[in-house]
C-alpha cells in the first residue's frame, strides 16, 4: 500500500517536472509553510508531503487559546509562502502575528465553506462561551476585544466530514502557491480524503451501538460540539471550567447536581487543561472517568493522538468504550 | 434557612468540605507564621518567597507533569536555596538582608520563566500555579496537614526563641549561637507553608492567608498568644465565608476567601481596639491597658 502510493507520488512529480518545465529548479526545494496549531500541521505534512516544509506555531499538548507567539513564529511566518489557519476566531493571537511579521505569502482559512455551528445552542452555554472568549481576548488582544467575540464554534476539526473540507482548502491553496506540485498534492489528497471517509465510517459503525440513554458525557472545555452533532452525542462542558483558575464553587455544585441528576455515565479529561479539578468531581459523582480526549491539539510523538486521524479515532474509541460499559 | 445558607453546601457536597477542610489547615499552619513574619517586620518577605517558588513549582510541573510530589520538591528547592543563599550572603556581606532577598528571589522567578518558555509548552502555567482548592484530592489534603502538623510543632518548639528574636534580636544573638538556626528554620517554615498553600489557592494567594489575617490581629490583641489566636479565628472564618460565598454568588473561590480576610482587616483598622483608628480617635482612659 504505501509503496504504491509512493510509486503514484514520484510518477506525479515526475510528471509535473515535465509539464512545469520552467519550474523544475524550484520544484526540488520545499515551500515554507506555517500551520498555526498542530492539527493543521499534521494535514500539511500529509496533503504536501516532501515538497512542503511545514512549521507548526502552537505545538502538541499546546492550547492555541492562550498561545502567545515568539520572535521566532514571526520570523517563520514572515518568510513562509502558505500561512494555514483554521479561522472562526481560533486564534485570536494571529492578526498580531501577521502584522507584527510583514507576511506577504498565501492565507488559507481551513474552515471556509465549512458550516459553522453558532455558539448560542444550548443557552445555557452561550453566555458561558461569551464570557470565556472576553477574557480570553482581554488577557491577549485587546484590540480585538469589540469585533472578535467568535459567534461560532471553531473547533471545526472535529468533524470528518469538515476534515475533508479543511483537506481541499488546503490543497487548492498548496496548489496554487506550488503550481509544479499540483498533482501530487491533488494526489496526496484523494489517499487521504478516502482515509478520513473510512474513518468516519468506523466511528459512525462504533457509536450506533450506544444506547440511547447512554450519549452524554462532560468534558472540560466546549470543543465537541461538531463531533456531538456528526454522531449524536452530547458533550456538556461546565461553566468556569476551561479557565481553571475562576472557577467557583457554585459551578461545580451545579455541575455535579446535573451529573446525579441525569446520571451521566463519564467525565472525560483533555490533554490541554488541568485534571484535577475533573476528577474530584468524578469522585463525588458515579461517573467515570473516561480518559483523556484531545480537542484541539495531537498528543506528543509518543502519544496515542500524534497524527489528525489517530486523534479522532482515540477520542471516539476512548468515547465509546466509556458510554458503552 | 440559615442551615439552607451555611450548612447545606457542606451536607451536600464533598467538594465543599475538602475545601473547608483544606483552608481550615492552612489557617492554623500559616497564619502563626504570618504573625512571626509581620512581628519581625518581614511581611513582605512572604510575597517575595512565594515568588521564588513559582518557579520551582512551575519546572516540577514541567518535570514531572501535574505531580502533587514533584511541584512540592519544586517549590521546597527554589524556596529554600532562594531563602539560604539570601541569608547567607546577609551574613558576610555587606548586603542587607531585604535586599538580597530581592535580587535572589527576581532571579530565581526569571529563571523559572526562562526554562517555562524554553521547553516550549504552551499548557497555560497560569491553571497550573493557581491551585483551585475546590480540586483538593487527598494526597493535596494529606500533605496539607501534615505541612500544617509540622508547622505548629515547630513553631511550639521555637516559640520562646522566635519571641525573643522579634523582641530584642541583638540580646538572642549575644548570648546564644540559636540565633541564626532559628532564623532559618523560620524561614523553612515560611517556605513550607507557601508550598502547601499554592496547592490550595495558589502561590500568590497563599501569602494572602499568611499575611492579611495576621494584620488583623494586631488591632485586637497585644500579647503573642492572643495575636496568633485572633488570626486564626479570622483566618477560618475568612475561608468559611469566602467559600460559601463562592458558592452563593458564583465567586472564584481563592480570591473570595482572600477578599473576606481583606474585609476583615478593614474592620479592624476601623474598629480595633488596640490601635484601630477610631480607638485612637477616641480619648483614651489610662486605666485601661
Known sequence: MKTKRMLLKSAAVILALTVAGPAAAQANKPIPVVATFSILGDMVERIGGEHVAVVTLVGPDGDAHVYQPTPADARAVNKAKVLVVNGLEFEGWLDRLIDASDFNGMRVKATDGIEPIPFEEGADHAKHDDDEKHKDHGKQDEHAKDDDHGAFDPHAWQSLSNAVVYVDNITATLSKADSSNAATYYMNRAAYVAEIQALDADIRAIVAKLPADRRTVVTSHDAFQYFGRDYGLTFLAPQGLSTESAVSAKDIAHLIEQIREQRIPAVFMENISDPRLLKQIANETRAAIGGTLYPGALSAPNGPARTYLRMMRHNATALARALGS | ?289
Open chain 2, 1 to 289: 434557612m440559615i442551615w439552607d445558607a451555611i450548612f447545606q453546601p457542606f451536607a451536600d457536597f464533598g467538594f465543599m468540605r475538602r475545601a473547608l477542610l483544606g483552608c481550615f489547615a492552612i489557617s492554623v499552619g500559616a497564619t502563626p507564621v504570618g504573625v512571626f513574619l509581620m512581628l519581625r517586620r518581614m511581611s513582605l518577605t512572604g510575597d517575595a518567597m512565594a515568588h521564588a517558588i513559582l518557579p520551582g513549582a512551575a519546572v516540577g510541573y514541567l518535570i514531572a507533569g501535574l505531580s502533587l510530589g514533584a511541584m512540592t520538591i519544586g517549590g521546597l528547592i527554589a524556596g529554600m536555596a532562594v531563602a539560604l543563599l539570601s541569608g547567607l550572603v546577609t551574613r558576610v556581606t555587606a548586603l542587607r538582608e531585604d535586599a538580597s532577598l530581592a535580587a535572589f528571589y527576581l532571579i530565581s522567578l526569571a529563571l523559572g520563566v526562562l526554562i517555562v518558555s524554553t521547553r516550549g509548552s504552551n499548557v497555560d502555567l497560569m491553571h497550573v500555579l493557581f491551585g483551585t482548592v475546590l480540586a483538593l484530592d487527598d494526597a493535596a489534603l494529606i500533605l496539607l496537614c501534615s505541612i500544617t502538623s509540622l508547622s505548629v510543632l515547630i513553631l511550639a518548639a521555637l516559640f520562646r526563641l522566635l519571641v525573643l528574636e522579634c523582641a530584642d534580636p541583638q540580646f538572642l544573638r549575644s548570648v546564644s549561637g540559636l540565633s541564626a538556626l532559628t532564623h532559618f528554620i523560620f524561614l523553612a517554615l515560611v517556605v513550607l507553608n507557601l508550598v502547601g498553600g499554592f496547592h490550595a489557592l495558589g502561590t500568590l494567594m497563599a501569602v494572602g492567608i499568611m499575611i492579611l489575617p495576621a494584620a488583623a490581629a494586631r488591632f485586637w490583641a497585644t500579647s503573642i498568644g492572643g495575636l496568633v489566636l485572633v488570626a486564626i479565628a479570622v483566618a477560618m472564618l475568612s475561608s468559611l465565608i469566602g467559600l460559601l460565598l463562592s458558592f452563593h454568588y458564583s465567586l472564584p473561590s481563592g480570591p473570595a476567601i482572600i477578599l473576606v480576610a481583606g474585609v476583615a482587616y478593614g474592620i479592624s483598622l476601623l474598629f480595633g481596639p488596640s490601635g484601630g483608628l477610631i480607638a485612637q480617635a477616641m480619648p483614651r482612659r489610662h486605666s485601661e491597658v
